[in-house]
């Protein structure tokens, strides 16, 4: 299909990708003893109870209260119920044997404008959460940042603006003070990317911006944020946790040689713009270049770039697909399948002349290709840009369109399709480790259906079923097997 491939190369020499993928059917592979599999969620797309125990609005609340914004005009006001069914929701996860489990914290329940003492009862809620994860042998990862902001920091200027670094420090403060004896890992940032590109570039996130010059100062004051975040925790937690970031990086693939620009272009906006300063403690001299119509960088300040790099116990990497991209002639209608909703914003700030052209199937129910040897080369390319860096899939799952069937009385999702989907990156994943990449564990997305941002609650990624009418919980074959793989550390034949 292609014939360069490249991630995360810090020149433009694009790098050889996995070319020829077996189709990673593989049942019976075993994985290291002490690989940790787990499950993911994020607060504001289960936690409902949007106006309880002194919870403040989050631009989420703001985005998905505007009319047109999300499919069916859906919103998390209920979402899964979680924050009511808490302990449900926790025996559940003991029973699908999750060894550890990713949440994130809702920073509007901490201090409900951002700024501020913190709220008593939204440090209670999590308490419950982190000491119910721990009572049942589940370790606790905590995500500072899945997308939430406090709507009074952005109505202050939000990601554009430094001050909400600055702000998020001090949060993170705040919970590493109050959680610092019992997380495991800390993730400060979900997908810098999708905060900063499709909140304020595309539009199509919340604050629903179409701004490139916010979206690359967005960029940078989240970088700061997770620098910023790291230090304060350090200065106070009690134990001995891993630090980590989560970030989406893109596998991007050149439709022909004459694409290395292209490649070269998105992987300095959706991958580089990340790693270099978190990574290497410098932004690509490339990614500077093809934004200088945009902006001179000079909102990054002297001693920004030592506190964004840190070092990092693990790198989160989440993965569910591929791009593949071409220079555009400018002539024929342009082609935009990046996989993300199109509501007439770009995501990628200063690469007008980039196309993301349509890929080869199979699909998931978000239209997105199931490519598994895409992961592969992803964390293959990771080890041989961060050869000292450990890894962590910490999002990897697909929507889709699934139904209840009854067998007698009993329901049941038979979601064949998604334990093939399981199961080949999972086999992608193996493959990785027997090349020696340092892969400590895998997350799937996620622990149940929830609300899919733009999508509302269209799409399913769940492992468990959720009935919005009756909010029950039913797991899904999908869950069964993965059940069984977490128990067992190895893939079922
Ligand atoms: O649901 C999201 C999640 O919040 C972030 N990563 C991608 C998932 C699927 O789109």
Redesign the pocket.
């Known amino acids: 299909m292609s014939d360069s491939t490249t991630t995360l190369s810090t020149d433009s020499t694009p790098a050889v990708g996995v070319q020829g993928s077996p189709d990673y059917r593989d049942g019976g592979l075993e994985f290291p003893a002490d690989f940790v599999f787990g499950s993911?969620?994020?607060s504001y797309?289960i936690e409902g109870a949007v106006h309880e125990d002194g919870r403040g609005p989050s631009i989420w609340d703001t985005f998905s209260h505007t009319p047109g914004a999300i499919w069916n005009d859906d919103n998390g006001d209920v979402a899964d119920d979680h924050y009511h069914r808490l302990d449900e929701d926790l025996d559940l996860m003991k029973t699908l044997n999750l060894q550890a489990y990713r949440f994130s914290i809702a920073w509007p329940r901490i201090q409900p404008t951002g700024r501020g003492p913190a709220n008593q009862a939204g440090l209670a809620f999590y308490s419950r959460l982190i000491d119910g994860l721990i009572s049942r042998g589940i370790r606790p990862v905590a995500t500072l940042y899945?997308?939430d902001l406090p709507q009074a920091l952005e109505d202050e200027g939000g990601w554009a603006a430094r001050s909400t670094a600055e702000a998020f420090g001090e949060y993170a403060r705040i919970v590493g003070e109050a959680f610092g004896d019992r997380i495991h890992t800390w993730t400060t940032l979900?997908?810098p990317w999708?905060s900063a590109y499709l909140g304020y570039g595309s539009g199509a996130h919340a604050p629903g911006m179409t701004d490139p010059l916010k979206a690359l100062r967005a960029v940078h004051h989240l970088n700061l944020a997770h620098g910023l975040a790291i230090q304060a925790l350090r200065g106070v937690v009690t134990n001995d946790p891993e630090y980590s970031v989560t970030l989406?990086l893109h596998v991007v693939r050149g439709e022909s040689a004459d694409a290395a620009d292209a490649v070269r272009q998105i992987d300095a906006l959706g991958n580089r713009a990340f790693t270099g300063p978190m990574l290497k403690g410098a932004y690509p001299a490339d990614l500077l270049a093809d934004t200088a119509e945009i902006t001179d960088w000079s909102f990054v300040l002297d001693g920004d770039l030592a506190i964004i790099h840190q070092p990092l116990d693990v790198l989160g990497v989440?993965y569910?697909s591929t791009n593949l991209v071409r220079i555009w002639d400018g002539v024929s209608p342009r082609q935009n399948a990046d996989g993300h909703k199109d509501v007439g914003g770009s995501p990628w700030p200063g690469a007008s002349r980039v196309e993301f052209l349509v890929q080869p199937g199979p699909y998931t129910e978000?239209g997105w290709n199931i490519e598994p040897a895409g992961l592969e080369e992803l964390l293959l390319s990771l080890r041989d840009e961060f050869p000292a860096q450990p890894l962590m899939i910490t999002?990897n799952?697909a929507?889709f369109d699934d139904s209840v069937s009854l067998a007698g009385d009993v329901p049941a999702v038979h979601d064949a399709d998604r334990v093939d989907y399981l199961r080949r990156h999972l086999t992608a994943a193996h493959r990785a480790l027997e090349q020696g990449v340092d892969l400590r564990g895998y997350f799937v997305?996620?622990l149940m259906d929830?609300?899919?941002?733009g999508?509302g609650y269209s799409?399913r990624?769940g492992i468990v079923r959720v009935d919005y009418d009756t909010l029950e919980r039913l797991p899904k074959d999908s869950a069964h097997w993965y059940a069984q793989l977490a128990s067992t550390n190895r893939l079922p034949a």
């Open positions: 993911a969620t994020a797309q899945h997308w979900n997908e999708c989406n989440n569910y978000m999002e799952g929507a997305w996620s929830n609300f899919e941002w999508y799409k990624f």
